[in-house]
């Protein structure tokens, strides 16, 4: 076999490289340099590109990790030092796993005692809306359901590709996705000046310019929004369900921060609910499919792998289709299952383990939203920036205004201009930001991402910093 790039997949090849590959590069390389002697300006670098929790400091959650730990060693079941409950509740895990292992296969789909678990928890957060276990699949995280579900919707060797609308901006790593699965992005613009809403002019627009060039059949929403911070109210919720209603289209919704809603007036509301509070009409014909996963920020254990996705009003037979997929990985990670299975069911009032656990969750959505207020407020006061209020998830998305020199740099450069604003950023200042959103956006329009689900000295440490390379460089013009 020939390793040239002719030989290579040439779907593989069509997919779109993403802004954050180079930089984040970039960034591990200072990142090793720094010990070795290189003088920089900085001590570290600052990565406040992407949520990772963890890696930002904070910590993990005691009642969890200690639960994994007997699951792991389950000798410790026998250890008195632990909580009664978290001894408890890993035997009840053990017993779930064949061989009462962590180390054994699952079915593809997930333990069964898992989407049992997801299933109740749905139904106590959508206050008795039925769901059901058989319509609940575990997969290793949200990009592999997200794939999963893409791929059944590609049209395969159609002459017209299948499209997804799509909101701009989205998550960075959607694009790549959708390409992989040889899916058309349909871009459609979320409001900036409301807070970054969805509204339904701009959708039948994005419809009407999308049926040019592919054949639109999901439409693809996060609420909260990602990297927006933009809640959904029950009225926006309607008005997308009856447009997907109308336009035959399926819900594809990523709910994966809906326990980091902190905007004042603002509750999480799923879409499932408020489908099926609405008239039968859409209640029982709007196909939907909503993601959740172990990168919530309450829990953030990113790198465990594993979240769920429900489906609803699903066709039997596709749904068949769905589990023949996720059977290429054999299972997901059964460590990430379990995990999962203590997100959606944590301690209770009157466990030994509840307290520790409210507080650890509370501390973490204090964070949240003492940052989202923070640093908003912040950016609004920096010239040639602003920034919309997040009322949830654990993003900002600043708009810059970018000096002409950026942008003629950038052009002899061949980057993006606020890709040269985050590589000049990075490199004088050791902060490595989030890319904006670079298709469908309105030209000359340039946005950066900043995660705030980090420790409030290392928000202050970004912001000082960004400040001073903003205010004293050529990074911008007001």
Same mark, same amino acid.
């Given at each position: ?16 490289? #993403? ?10 390389q200072i990142t090793q340099d720094i010990p070795l002697g ?51 509740? *890993? ?28 299933a109740e928890f749905i139904m106590r957060r959508d206050v ?41 901006? $989205? ?9 992989? *699965? ?8 979320l409001a900036e000046d409301r807070r970054w809403a969805a ?18 059949? *999901?439409?693809?929403? #996060? =609420?909260?929004? =990602? ?85 609803? =009003? ?43 656990? #409210? ?6 959505? *204090? ?33 810059? =205004? ?34 904006? $959103? ?28 960004? #400040? ?11």
């Amino acid at each position: 076999m020939s390793s040239s790039r002719q030989q290579v997949n040439p779907r593989v090849r069509g997919i779109r490289a #993403s802004a954050h590959t180079p930089l984040h590069r970039l960034a591990t390389q200072i990142t090793q340099d720094i010990p070795l002697g290189a003088l920089k300006p900085f001590k570290e670098v600052i990565d406040v590109s992407a949520g990772d929790p963890h890696k930002a400091g904070l910590k993990p959650l005691t009642f969890v990790r200690q639960v994994l730990a007997v699951c792991l060693l389950p000798r410790l079941l026998e250890e008195e030092t632990l909580p009664m409950d978290v001894r408890l509740r *890993a035997q009840r895990l053990l017993e779930a796993c064949d061989g009462g292992s962590v180390g054994s296969y699952t079915a593809s789909s997930g333990l069964p005692h898992v989407r049992q678990s997801v299933a109740e928890f749905i139904m106590r957060r959508d206050v008795g809306v039925p769901a059901y276990a058989k319509d609940i699949f575990i997969c290793a995280g949200l990009e592999r359901a997200l794939m999963v579900f893409v791929k059944l919707l590609a049209g395969g060797e159609e002459e017209t590709q299948t499209g997804v609308l799509t909101p701009v901006p $989205c998550p960075d790593n959607l694009p790549a996705l959708l390409d992989e *699965a040889w899916v058309t992005l349909a871009p459609y613009r979320l409001a900036e000046d409301r807070r970054w809403a969805a509204e339904p002019d701009e959708l039948h627009r994005a419809l009407k310019s999308a049926k040019e060039r592919c054949k639109p059949r *999901a439409i693809y929403i #996060s =609420n909260p929004g =990602n990297p927006t911070g933009h809640v959904q109210d029950r009225k926006s919720i309607e008005e997308v369900i009856r447009f997907a209603a109308a336009q035959r289209l399926l819900l594809l919704v990523d709910e994966v921060d809906q326990d980091s809603v902190y905007g004042p007036g603002r509750e999480f509301l799923s879409y499932k609910r408020v489908l099926f509070e609405m008239d039968v009409e859409y209640s029982d014909t709007v196909e939907l499919v909503s993601f959740h996963s172990l990168a919530s920020a309450p829990i953030g254990e990113c790198g465990l792998r594993a979240g769920y996705m429900e489906l609803v =009003n699903i066709d039997p037979e596709v749904m068949h289709f769905v589990d023949t997929m996720l059977c290429t990985d054999i299972s997901t990670p059964v460590t990430g299952q379990l995990a999962l299975d203590l997100m959606v069911d944590p301690p209770r009032p009157g466990d030994l383990s509840f307290d520790t656990y #409210s507080q650890e969750i509370l501390l973490t959505r *204090a964070v949240l939203s003492q940052n989202a207020q923070r640093a908003q407020e912040f950016l609004n006061d920096l010239p040639g920036m602003s920034c919309q209020p997040a009322m949830g998830g654990i993003y900002l998305y600043p708009r810059l =205004n970018v000096s002409p020199e950026i942008v003629e740099k950038a052009k002899i450069l061949k980057l993006a201009p606020e890709d040269l604003y985050r590589q000049m950023l990075l490199e004088q200042k050791g902060v490595f930001l989030g890319a904006g $959103c670079q298709y469908g956006e309105t030209p000359a329009t340039y946005h950066v991402r900043l995660c705030i689900l980090v420790l409030p000295d290392t928000l202050e440490e970004v912001l000082a910093r960004l #400040s001073s390379f903003h205010c004293h460089g050529p990074a911008s013009s007001p």
